[in-house]
């Protein structure tokens, strides 16, 4: 890193480096070049992000600088900035987030508002929820704190990821979500019932996994993104569990791939489940499918 003819750490402000940062890495083919610096300096800086442009003359101290280039050096390798600063946000939560869990996606989000909006369809009694792979744990998160009549357990098969969901519901102060190590294909949830499953599971077929960006392919844990077979291997469980586990009148929320509505669709509907209803993400893909299980007479 060079500026005006020299290394001097005294020549950087908060403006240069955000200047400078943005280009390089637009020429280097990074998507949102300006946001990504802007959100490491402000880590760096340990400021909110719009207050970067209240200082825009603010020197970096070498002490700044160095920690900066660190930063900048990871986010060249294409290792994801959620990782390199360690948290991200959700549903405007603030989610802790480590190589042991899956980035959370504004996909998700599309996820996490049909379940609240189920549950709070469903009225002010207590809701028993199954979410299958929690990950970080940014979806049981925002169900707890937006329906607190949730009880929700969340299972995933990672001691490693449930460390860092448990670490963000404390952070939040949320004690209605119970983690639990569990594989959905083992038989542990045999007998128990719900009102709701909820789950944004493996769906990356491995045919397609080697394709994937490397943000993802080199970096995200591929446990959490591919089932290792045609990519609907875990989606068949969790559709199969809903046809036993839900309660009459109970849903399944599930996340999918951006080609598996019609797979989906079938497996639903051999399984018996009704009012099959299909939500976009925001590139208008169908990705997030409701069904219920039919009322009881």
Known sequence: MTHSG???????????LLQWGSDYLKAKGFDESRLTVDLLLAHVLSLPRLNLYLQFDRPLTADELSKFKGLFKRRLTREPLQYIIGETDFMGLRVRVTPDVLVPRPETEVLAERAIEELKRRGDGRHEVLEIGTGSGNLALAIARFVPAAHILSIDVSAAALAVARENLRMHGIETVDLDEMDVFSDR?????????????????????????????????????TDEADGLRVIRRIIELAGTALLPGGSLMLEVAYDQSRAATELLELQGLREIRWHDDHAGIPRVVCAWREAAP
């Open 189 to 225: 949830l045999l007998g128990r019932t719900f009102d709701m499953i909820v789950s944004n599971p493996p769906y990356i077929s491995l045919a397609e996994y080697a394709g994937l960006q490397r943000e993802v392919r080199d970096f995200e844990p591929r446990l959490a993104t």
């Open 6 to 16: 020299t290394d001097s750490p005294q020549r950087w402000t908060v403006l240069s």
